[in-house]
């Protein structure tokens, strides 16, 4: 058994490695979508890295050029606060939740959104901030809960808000 040990033991730490390493980096590039995945609509030019998205409630919406950080939260998916126990478990509301995000918009990493929401185009949402109102277009925000800190001014020094 040694022998076999000996000579299967580095071939299956090799490929397991491998695995771990292969996994590993792809899981920083994977959205992932509870509930109904038709529900989700992602432009082809927007970055979303390994966000996950919560459709239960609404449908969500990421235009184009829009990008994310990394572990972004978007969730259209809610339960009811005022239900207990297995009654709250099962209280989800299906419609109501919707999340449109802009073109162009930048939500930093460890972002969370909870609908019903809307991101202007253009928007800059801070590093580690939960967004539960609008955020008008070329502006940003950060904060628990977000707030509004600036508009973007254009190249041109004109103001865009």
């Known amino acids: 058994m040694k022998l076999l040990d000996r000579l299967l033991k580095p071939t299956v730490e090799r490929l397991l490695a491998e695995r771990i390493e292969a996994e590993g980096l792809d899981a920083l590039y994977r959205y992932r979508v509870h509930s109904d995945p038709a529900r989700l609509r992602i432009h082809p030019t927007a970055v979303v890295n390994n966000a996950i998205f919560n459709t239960g409630g609404g449908y969500i919406t990421v235009g184009a050029y829009v990008f994310f950080g990394h572990n972004v939260c978007v969730l259209a998916g809610v339960h009811e606060v005022d239900k207990f126990g297995l009654e709250r478990q099962q209280a989800i509301p299906r419609s109501g939740y919707d999340i449109e995000i802009g073109e162009g918009a930048w939500l930093a990493t460890n972002v969370l959104v909870a609908g019903p929401v809307k991101i202007g185009a253009h928007a800059v949402v801070g590093g580690g901030s939960v967004v539960r ?23 041109d020094g004109g103001d865009l808000g």
Do not use: H, S, T, W
């Open 133 to 155: 109102k609008d955020v008008e277009p070329y502006a940003v925000v950060a904060g628990n809960p977000a707030r509004f800190i600036r508009f973007l001014n254009r190249d």
